[in-house]
């Protein structure tokens, strides 16, 4: 059984220099971080946030067509929405990622583990599809992968938010890996799990293993909905998530 921490308190380590000075030297991420840092600055300062002493966290909802970016600084226990940004364009339907080529967009826990300064798509940030539920739950060994928040507006199984808006994005999350958070989290919903939208969802697409599954999710979904923190996790030998106050 897997378990995993959202206690994503930055520790610097060696490498978060280099790391950020890598990124840098791409003339894509220096523009667009020339752009957008000092709005990014501001709205930290706004909230009384140090600049040298915060996470993130990005929540997607597949319906919705929306990504989420919500901050904290580690001196607080609570997240605050700093932007939402719209997909704008998706294939696929609800419902989790199983295999190459089903077109759809995963559903489940994640987190960033790429930063691609020289994405097809301009900037993009890779998530860790397939994770040990998916590799359990998925058709083996054709599970697919290279699943990126990126720029542009075309995509099969990824997504898209427009260039102009990957930049700031970008800047953010390579802010947050640069202090320290080795684990950007990402969590993928196919909706936003208020009651009536589970029981919507539910209704149209019956099926009992995608009924449990997105009632694993919710519960995730419903803590974070009355904390605005996120709580542990564990991935058990069958696929499921379980969530629990730390």
């Known amino acids: 059984m897997l378990f995993l921490s959202f206690s994503t ?8 220099e280099d790391f950020k000075r890598n990124q840098l ?13 000092d709005s990014i600055d501001n709205w930290l300062l706004d909230k009384n ?9 990005i929540r997607a909802f597949k319906k919705e067509d929306l990504v989420e970016l919500w901050i904290k600084g580690n001196d607080v226990d609570t997240f605050a929405l700093f932007k939402t ?12 990622k199983r295999k190459q080529g089903d077109k759809q967009i995963p559903e489940g826990v994640y987190y960033i583990n790429e930063f691609n300064p020289v994405s097809t798509y301009h ?25 990126f928040i990126h720029g542009g507006c075309e995509s099969i199984g990824c997504m898209p938010v427009t260039t102009r ?3 700031e994005l970008y800047v953010i999350a390579l802010q947050a890996r640069y202090l320290g958070q080795q684990k950007i989290p990402v969590i993928i919903y196919p909706c936003k799990l208020t009651k009536n939208n589970y029981k919507l969802i539910t209704q149209s697409y019956p099926d009992p293993k995608l009924v449990k ?9 419903m803590y974070f909905e009355s904390f605005h923190n996120l709580p542990a996790m564990k991935i058990d030998d069958d696929g499921k998530y379980y969530f629990f106050s730390r």
């Open 25 to 37: 030297l791409n003339v894509r991420v220096l523009k667009a971080y020339m752009e957008e840092i």
């Open 123 to 147: 900037l993009s940030l890779g998530i860790n599809y397939p994770n040990k539920s998916d590799s359990i739950l998925g058709e083996k060994n054709n599970l697919g992968g290279e699943i």
């Open 49 to 57: 946030i140090a600049l040298s002493n915060y996470e993130i966290f």
């Open 165 to 167: 808006r990957i930049k």
């Open 213 to 221: 599954f997105w009632g694993s999710l919710r519960s995730q979904y």
């Open 85 to 96: 940004y719209k997909i704008c364009s998706s294939s696929g339907v609800l419902g989790p």
């Open 9 to 16: 308190r930055p520790v610097h380590r060696l490498g978060d």
